[in-house]
């Protein structure tokens, strides 16, 4: 079982919130956003009045290096619906090099256990050379080995290199969930028999690929936001917007708003504390 009661004992609010007791068929099912950067700095100006707003939902903060994931750690224990999930960026790898990625994952090793989840790893080939490359895909080895062996569950990213990730995450047997999935059909397939959840994010209204969110196994679908980005208007990203996914996706599935909502939530028992 994938343990979530943080072992230093620091997010005993967070476990008083929706844990202390474990989930059950009872818990009543809450916005879910599996993949937002409320640390962001586009939130600056926002922050506080976000953390009124979304008071109801529940929202996975990612974190892409370690300075900004030490910022998450730290804004859980005073908001503990976002859940701090700590990482180190593919785009940040390339940009810092070996020695200062090796850093990266030390942070990892050293404050993992104050984490929800890892998050967000991955590849991105975008713009990359071959150097680059090879040098995301043994961290992000070393990352997941990590993730195995203290039991989380990883929120990965992935552009222009879906093969090359389903190949590595292949050798692991942590829970992965590929988020704003671009991969096609055949991937799709692949990342399902590897046992890996497929995120669909509000970019996906605004580009209008309905045909993958269809044909999604709904025991495998995740929703988020992965905001500021991907908005699915001209307006900044935020997890309101889980709402907007929801209906739109619910209406593709010939499904209910709530049934979905419940869907969502029961996933996420499963997939974290399953």
């Not at 008071?55 to 998450?72: K, M, Q």
């Not at 961290?139 to 993730?147: G, K, N, P, V």
């Amino acid at each position: 079982m994938f343990s979530n009661n943080y072992e230093d004992g620091r997010y005993k609010s967070l476990s008083n919130l929706l844990f202390k007791e474990g989930f059950n068929a009872n818990t009543e099912a809450k916005f879910l956003d599996i993949h937002a950067h409320i640390n962001d700095k586009a939130f600056d100006g926002s922050r506080d009045r976000l953390y009124s707003e979304l008071a109801d939902f529940i929202v996975l903060n990612a974190g892409e290096e370690p300075d900004e994931d030490s910022g998450i750690l730290s804004e859980a224990l005073k908001h503990p619906n976002f859940l701090p999930c700590i990482g180190l960026h593919p785009n940040v790898i390339a940009a810092i090099g070996e020695a200062k990625a090796k850093g990266g994952v030390d942070y990892l090793a050293a404050h993992l256990n104050e984490a929800f989840a890892v998050s967000e790893v991955g590849l991105d080939y975008r713009g990359k050379d071959e150097s680059q490359k090879l040098l995301q895909g043994r961290i992000f080895s070393e990352i997941l080995e990590l993730a195995e062996l203290r039991r989380k569950v990883c929120i990965v990213h992935s552009r222009k290199s879906m093969d090359e990730l389903l190949r590595i995450i292949a050798s692991f047997e942590t829970k992965i969930i590929i988020h704003n999935f671009e991969g096609n059909q055949l991937q799709y397939e692949k990342a399902v028999d590897r046992g890996a959840y497929i995120s669909v994010s509000t970019g996906f209204m605004r580009f209008k690929r309905d045909n993958l969110i269809k044909k999604i196994a709904m025991d495998r679908l995740f929703l988020e936001t992965d905001s500021p980005a991907l908005s699915p208007d001209d307006k900044m990203n935020t997890p309101l917007n889980i709402r907007k996914l929801l209906n739109y996706v619910a209406a593709l599935r010939d499904m209910g708003e709530v049934e979905l909502k419940e869907k969502m939530w029961e996933n996420f028992q499963r997939v974290f504390y399953g």
